[in-house]
């Protein structure tokens, strides 16, 4: 004899399906009602002025102070010898682009355009970086073309490894994800705080508050690029004996170059975004004359300036962004 389910039982089960049953937006339309209901509720019995009651914002913030004071009286000498570093790598690489004489450079890029671009990029540039000459702000380009270079070639430094080690450990990209979250969204302006505390002023800490902002694209793609290698091709290296070092090295970067190609391009135009910016530290270069036109009323002055770092910025770009199509298609057989 088949035994009946309790009256109980059976409203219940009945109730959960009919919850089950209702469309979504009905669902939300009424957790909406609720949730206003309680709002008013809160605010009609306390008011709108509901304070925390405790404010933390003091105490954590000497705690921040004491710590930066400390590391800049204890560990002065690292911060130094890193400055005095990145300032010798720096002051080579301007005088290196300012001894080259302007047509040389002119024709240099010219050419690197053709090559990579094609006949536009090329007229480009020739007749871009003539007018920037002509402009009288061939110096103060090549000023920030060398704090550019300075400051992507140490992100590449600090992406390309830590992007390999992300990429093989996914514990290490869970927590390094965040962190890489708040350094995109963060502004830009925030970075100069400990730039200045720990280098001072000058050209040393805008090219690590650059570095700090620019970095996390190259790291990003770095890591995706190692990711995306197809797993047949792991396997078949892996299968003709090759060792986690020769994989990596012979396999891994070399498929994975036009990804990192195209974060090199990110940092490299994040750089740029710095550069007016970093001129309020004391960084010179195309965004110390914006500045100094913004300061003295000169908006003329101040937009030659800015398309000077247009100009730059473009021709970077399509160079870099020709560099790494051209080694997709040789990596996929011209398609």
Do not use: C
Not at 76 to 95: P, Q
Not at 198 to 227: C, H, M
Not at 274 to 298: F, P
Request: no cysteine; hydrophobic share 55%.
């Amino acid at each position: 004899m088949a035994t009946q389910a309790p009256t109980g039982e059976t409203e219940t089960a009945s109730i959960g399906e009919r919850f089950k049953a209702l469309p979504d937006r009905v669902v939300y339309l009424g957790g909406l009602a609720v949730f206003l209901l309680v709002s008013l509720v809160i605010v009609w019995i306390w008011g709108s002025d509901i304070g925390f009651g405790v404010d933390f914002q003091r105490s954590l913030a000497d705690g921040v102070d004491e710590a930066i004071f400390w590391t800049t009286r204890n560990l002065d000498f690292i911060f130094d010898n890193i400055s005095t570093g990145v300032l010798w790598f720096l002051l080579r690489v301007e005088s290196a682009f300012k001894w080259v004489p302007w047509p040389v450079m002119i024709v240099g890029v010219t050419l690197l355009g053709l090559r990579l671009a094609g006949q536009r990029m090329a007229i480009f540039s020739a007749v871009t970086l003539l007018g920037v000459g002509l402009i009288g702000l061939w110096g103060s380009a090549m000023e920030t073309l060398a704090l550019i270079v300075v400051a992507v070639t140490i992100s590449i430094g600090i992406a390309v490894p830590v992007g390999i080690v992300i990429a093989r450990n996914d514990t290490l990209d869970a927590l390094l994800r965040p962190i890489l979250d708040a350094m995109q969204t963060m502004p830009s302006f925030v970075y100069l705080v400990p730039a200045v505390m720990f280098f001072g002023i000058g050209n040393v800490p805008a090219v690590f508050a650059t570095v700090i902002y620019a970095v996390p694209p190259a790291i990003r793609l770095t890591s995706l690029g190692i990711r995306q290698v197809s797993p047949n091709i792991v396997e078949a290296a892996r299968s003709f004996g090759t060792t986690p070092r020769q994989l990596l090295w012979k396999v891994q970067i070399p498929m994975a170059v036009p990804t990192i190609m195209a974060g090199i391009n990110q940092t490299t135009m994040m750089a740029l975004a710095m550069v007016v910016i970093a001129s309020l530290v004391g960084a010179g270069g195309l965004g110390e004359d914006v500045n100094r036109a913004l300061g003295r009323l000169e908006p003329g002055k101040a937009l030659f300036g800015g398309i000077g770092i247009v100009v730059l910025a473009i021709i970077i770009d399509r160079l870099t962004q020709s560099a790494a199509k051209e080694r997709q298609q040789a990596l996929t057989g011209g398609h």
